[in-house]
């Protein structure tokens, strides 16, 4: 257990913390492909730290649920905390805690506007979902893309949303256009699979741009029995092989082991060191491409759950 | 129902002494392709009991079904004190002064007994926002009410489905009989009562007709309608095949006429032999 | 072998003498309440941290239960008149999101929109209970159904207006700050409980009365226990049921209000799948799923042991991977502890 | 159950002429605080009649759910064919040869007649795989069965809730009666049935003694009884009060004791004025 | 007013002739096919590309409504008997993880995984079963549970093995090609009906048989109508339900094998949620909710409906955030559909 009296303070110049510490990592994330990921960056970062120990939580999404899990943390005592926030407004009462208990916060993945009104937000780590989109959509534009579907895969998830709409900013700037499919998703991709090509069959699109690997797979099926290019976020090691294979365009990777390792270490050095990373702007985690060039050569890594 | 009243001057029955409160003119219901009556013609009089007589399957819950405004009737007509009126649910019946007692006792497993007792018309006590149910009354009430049948309730909290048939039985006539107003039908009521408990009731039937209630009368029990009843009427394979004034049959007649006859002789017969 | 026979005085010789203890513990409540302290124990032991049984820990999964609970305690009298809400969860969302399109939106005050939300709750629950009682459809196809289209107009009529997934800035409403204090206040910073525990307590007193002591209350109990007999012996059945669909409604929206003026804003998601919670709620602490039988405080000790779950997990710092299985090992727990104690009071049954 | 059978070489009853087959001593049952039955003792034989009489709420149910298996007993013990036996489930007691008719019928209303007639000793057809009910074969068994006891069935495919009470009730009888191999159970299976149909059911009883059968009959009607039985045990409030044989009753004394005495005397009296 | 008893002769003229097809509309599957029917060609007539009721088309809505058919058969089946399976939908996904991993992880052939496959979900009917049956706890929160519980396991388990949620290479083991035959083929490429669609009909046809002709079926139709009743005429009640659950996990495994082979890989969150649509499936189909009436032609026309909704909405081209929406008055329109014909056909019935 960490002793209150030795509990980091940021601006507290006089004692600096020694000894065993606790960072809280709170995330909207579920169980899938993507947050594994996170969630392995920052283990394997803690597991590097001399006495640091990590409470991951993710709370799927419910943004009141994640406000409670905030305050629980903070009640055990953390001495640093990271989140994600998609839904500032739902998690202020509780970031006003953190900013009370004058404990160090790092936002990763979403959250990027806290940076300006939350003075103990260090930084953040990751990629703007909406430029990544733009990237996207813009690259697909410049390989002569046209007509592209947007296949969203959850409802209601701002990531997703933002995705497709940069993508769209991307395309209408080179003169194509973006059309979004809300479908089944991960659970039946069978189904989802026959989504796409239904809506594929309904809208003939050139492009079919996917926001999650197991999607990408699932659409690949459908997409090369027709003459459509397909690209997706993120990658998994089956995206690795058809990227490298040539059958999917690209991957856009915004490297989500970093997204979980940074905001560790960068707060194990805030607490213990009194570094601050980033000078008040975001740390880009992304996006990088990875295209037909690179693929082999992350493949392997993507296989331990590190890419 | 189609806001009839219970009326003295209603015209009377042809051959009744009291006053005709229901009538069913040519009445008939079937389901899907089940024809259960057909063509029924009887009236129920205030002061008077009827009792209705039939084999199994005749027909008899369902004409008291359509008296009682559980089924609807397909075709014909049923008058309420000289109006011809549709229940369009049990609870119009209810609100026309019938009160009936079901084959199937119509009581929820679950709940006390007192509860049973008062469904549908609790009695309340306090007012405005806190007007609630006087549980004490209420229960006192049961139990009295049950001892008059020869109930000796343990305790009126007791869920009514953990009761014997019996005592389940006494607890649906006891509360028609002490809701009932105009009119009230009871089917098979003694079928599950031991001895003490039908005198009982056959008692209390009488008391009900000598207050000027009508009373329809279901029993496959031919001492028993010979006993209260002053009419009879006799259903056959969904139709009424026969109608008697008391004064106009004997025992033997009306066992005769429910057991179908000479068959029921070759089996006191055999069954003495 | 053959006796005389008894004569009937008093006490009654046909009824065993029982213990008090024995008696209360076969009440379905009072065996989630020993679950309840079980499961509270049992988490404030696993807490290396001492916060779980601390008043902030107690605060912070009071507040979690406490919306559990207030829908639990609707959700329960609904099915104890023999139907269920599936729409209970989405509803939630739907009126939180209906809340803030009006403030933001519209602009129009928190008042004002507030009443608007709970004419709209008031029609949805009617739309439940007037369509299961005409097609005497299944309450489970007919609110699935509901669900379905909800679930679909909140997050179409949401992108459709503001371009987002989310509705913002409910804290600047006029009348905000009145509403903050009515739904979203806090007790104090020591012992920090929301409102929406008072609320909670309201619910369960207001259920309570209306199931124990009212005419309604009977009505409940019956047309749920044998909906023909009820009907039968002329309890407006379609009435009651009716009234049990708007209240879940109602409730629905008051957790809506809650959770929009606590958070300030609303994604359209929220809600989603929680009908289930409290659907688990209800029957953890006795009602029956067939109708006829249960209780609001049963319901309300059900909403506790999930609200303790879902935040005891993390302060026992277990790994949330797993955090779904170790739900529903203590659901499970729960349950049968549950079951056990009235099993081991109530004497042999079969 | 304990691995018994029946055996003709089990110890005959001390005072009955058949063999004994069932036998309960000193069998007691309470349910939670409710004490519903307390040291019962009695016999069923081989080819006897015996009738148990008792008030409403006596224990009669109670005491025949015992012996077929439904409920167990907390205190006392019961042998089949002489051994100390437990039933664990009613297919216990039906594989002892025991069949009853309960008094709420154990039908399934959604199901058609014949299927519930058959249900748990469905007739099969077939070898392997294909092995299934022989379902042209079963309708008419059913269909005649019924029609020993008076039922003429419209379609043995109706569903039996849509049956009238009587109708199901001969299903139940004509059932226990097909399958009876030792003992047949009779919880008052005569309350809903017409006269004839009660007269056929009578007749079925006694045919199923003369066949060496035990029967237990529960019924309040003191006539079919007294024309049936050839003992008679009376239950008051659980206990066991009484008990005689045919020989040493008459029909009057047995009236008085299932009405309790005096107390009909007045009401015959009131009926009658 | 007294006429003499008619004579008993032949024809019975207690019933009143009908008409075959009058007899045929109220059955409810029949109900179902007309609501089928009319689900097919709405899509028919809004797809604006003329794919849905082409030979793709047909294959696609065929495909998707073949493993809620599967499973809407099995699912139907327990229902029935009186008793629902919360996890059915995770356990297609249980299932296939378990296959993924015993071929990735431990190197094993596909027909040896497959057998261990058949004996955990084996393990799961019969746990489901005997907890439901013993405890006599309300079969919604012991299958809840072990939702929870299969939920929490199925990425726990898969991300300690393997680090990722995702279990791929299911086409490197041994005896795949064969699998791949019998689980995941097609027809031919002009007409490419998935094999799935066999074994939904083969599950159809067994369904039926047992249901309608033998004992079994007798025994599940009984259970479900009154356990009691069924129990006190000595049907093993205990035994027939717990061979349905065992049943539904089969199914089960079989869909998730389906899955798994056609995809070779598999995702933790794989059928999560859907156990409500094989319950609506059934529901739509006609099978009672409280059990003891239905069937599994019934409860796999309900499949149809859904999976050609589920394509047809994409094949429309509607705005798809609004697809639940949409999914939501479908089903309610095709539930209604079959309750009207029914009710027209059934003449008066109150
Ligand atoms: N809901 C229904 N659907 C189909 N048939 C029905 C329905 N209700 C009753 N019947 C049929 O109508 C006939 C008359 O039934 P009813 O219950 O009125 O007989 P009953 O005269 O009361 O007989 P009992 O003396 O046995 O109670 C019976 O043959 C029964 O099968
Ligand atoms: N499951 C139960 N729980 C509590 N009490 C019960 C239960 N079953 C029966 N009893 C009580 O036991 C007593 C005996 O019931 P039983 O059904 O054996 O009576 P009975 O002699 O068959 O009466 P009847 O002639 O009315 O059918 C009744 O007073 C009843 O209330
Ligand atoms: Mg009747
Ligand atoms: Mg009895």
Redesign the pocket.
């Known amino acids: 257990t960490v002793d209150p009296v030795n509990r980091a303070r940021v601006g507290d110049e006089s004692d600096v913390h020694t000894g065993p510490m606790r960072i809280a990592m709170i995330t909207h994330g579920d169980d899938g492909g993507f947050w594994s990921i996170v969630r392995n960056g920052a283990q394997d970062a803690a597991a590097t730290l001399p006495e640091v120990t990590l409470d991951y939580q993710g709370s799927a999404g419910d943004a009141k649920l994640q406000s409670e899990m905030i305050k629980a943390a903070l009640n055990q005592g953390a001495d640093a905390l990271a989140v994600s926030a998609p839904d500032i407004g739902a998690i202020t009462s509780a970031l006003a805690e953190a900013e009370a208990a004058g404990i160090p916060i790092i936002t990763l993945n979403s959250g990027s506007d806290l940076l300006e009104t939350l003075p103990n937000v260090i930084t953040h780590v990751g990629q703007s979902e909406r430029a990544a989109g733009v990237g996207a959509g813009t690259r697909l534009a410049e390989g002569g893309a046209t007509r592209a579907l947007c296949i969203l895969h959850e409802e209601n998830n701002i990531g997703l949303q933002e995705r497709c709409a940069g993508a769209a900013d991307g395309m209408t700037e080179n003169g194509g256009e973006v059309i979004n499919v809300q479908v089944t998703g991960k659970a039946d991709p069978r189904s989802t699979a026959l989504e796409i090509g239904a809506a594929m069959q309904a809208q003939s699109p050139d492009t079919v741009l996917t926001l999650d690997p197991d999607i990408a797979m699932a659409a690949l099926k459908e997409v090369t029995t027709r003459d459509v290019t397909l690209a997706t976020f993120d990658i998994s090691p089956d995206v690795l092989d058809e990227v490298a294979a040539g059958s999917i365009e690209f991957a856009v990777d915004q490297q989500p082991y970093l997204q979980g390792y940074l905001p560790v270490s960068f707060l194990e050095l805030a607490v213990r060191n009194r570094n601050e990373v980033g000078a008040n702007s975001i740390v880009a985690t992304g996006p990088s491409f990875v295209t037909q060039e690179n693929a082999a050569s992350i493949a392997a890594l993507s296989d331990q759950g590190t890419r | 129902m189609t806001g009839t009243t219970p009326s003295a001057a209603a015209r009377p029955g042809r051959d009744s002494p009291g006053d005709m409160y229901l009538r069913l003119e040519d009445v008939g219901k079937t389901f899907g392709s089940v024809v259960a009556l057909e063509g029924v013609s009887m009236s129920v009089n205030h002061g008077r009991i009827t009792c209705v007589l039939g084999d199994n399957g005749a027909g008899k819950s369902t004409l008291i079904k359509i008296l009682s405004g559980v089924h609807k009737n397909d075709s014909g007509t049923m008058f309420v004190g000289g109006q011809p009126t549709v229940f369009e649910s049990p609870s119009d019946a209810r609100d026309a002064g019938i009160a009936t007692v079901f084959q199937d006792l119509a009581t929820i497993p679950l709940m006390s007994v007192w509860r049973n007792f008062f469904l549908g018309r609790e009695p309340q006590t306090g007012w405005g926002p806190f007007r609630r149910m006087d549980i004490a009354r209420g229960k006192e009430i049961c139990r009295e009410e049950l001892t008059l049948f020869g109930i000796d309730l343990?305790d009126p909290d007791?869920?009514i489905?953990?009761?014997?048939?019996?005592?389940?039985?006494a607890v649906a006539i006891a509360r028609a009989v002490y809701f009932g107003a105009e009119v009230v039908i009871l089917d098979e009521p003694t079928s599950?009562?031991?001895v003490k408990q039908s005198g009982r009731v056959l008692k209390f039937v009488k008391d009900a007709r000598d207050r000027g209630i009508g009373v329809v009368l279901i029993t496959h029990n031919p001492h028993h309608a010979y006993m209260v009843g002053d009419e009879f009427v006799l259903l056959t394979r969904g139709k009424m095949t026969n109608r008697w004034l008391k004064e106009d049959v004997e025992l033997d007649e009306l066992i005769a006429a429910m057991a179908g006859g000479a068959e029921l002789a070759d089996l006191a017969h055999e069954l003495d032999s | 072998m053959a006796t005389t026979a008894p004569a009937p005085t008093q006490p009654d010789e046909?009824i065993r003498h029982t213990p008090l203890w024995r008696r209360m513990l076969v009440r379905p409540s009072v065996g989630a309440l020993i679950a309840a302290i079980v499961v509270f124990l049992f988490f404030s032991a696993m807490d290396t941290t001492g916060t779980f049984n601390s008043p902030t820990g107690v605060t912070s999964w009071m507040s979690v239960s406490a919306s559990y609970g207030i829908m639990a305690c609707a959700v329960a009298l609904l099915m104890i008149s023999g139907e269920v809400d599936l729409s209970s969860g989405v509803m939630t969302g739907s009126t939180g999101l209906l809340l803030g399109l009006l403030i933001s939106e519209a602009g129009m005050g928190f008042w004002p929109a507030l009443a608007i939300v709970v004419v709209f709750a008031i029609c949805i629950g009617l739309l439940n209970g007037l369509l299961v009682t005409w097609t005497r459809l299944p309450s489970f196809i007919v609110t699935l159904a509901t669900m379905f289209v909800l679930l679909g107009v909140n997050s179409g009529v949401t992108q459709a207006i503001t371009g987002q997934v989310r509705v913002g800035g409910i804290d600047r409403a006029t009348g905000y700050s009145a509403a903050q204090w009515v739904f979203g206040s806090r007790l104090d910073s020591s012992w920090p409980l929301t409102v929406s525990v008072g609320w909670w307590l309201l619910a369960i007193l207001l259920g309570t009365w209306v199931l124990q002591r009212t005419r309604q209350g009977n009505w409940i109990y019956a047309v749920g226990g044998d909906k023909n007999a009820a009907r039968n012996v002329g309890v407006p059945v379609r009435r009651t049921k009716v009234s049990m669909f708007v209240t879940v409604s109602l409730a629905a929206a008051l957790v809506g209000t809650i959770n929009a003026v606590e958070l300030t804003s609303v994604s359209a998601g929220q809600g989603t799948g929680y009908e289930f919670y409290y659907i688990i709620a209800a029957v953890v602490g006795g009602t029956l799923m067939t109708g006829g039988a249960g209780s609001v405080v049963g319901a309300s000790l059900g909403a506790l042991i999930l609200g303790m779950t879902t935040l005891g997990i993390q302060y026992a710092g277990w790994d949330s991977t797993w955090r779904f299985t170790f739900f529903g090992l203590i659901l499970f727990g729960a349950v049968m502890l549950n079951i056990w104690v009235r099993d081991r009071a109530g004497g042999s049954?079969t």
């Open positions: 343990r007791q869920p489905g953990t009761m014997s048939g019996g005592e389940r039985q599950a009562l031991g | 046909r049954s």
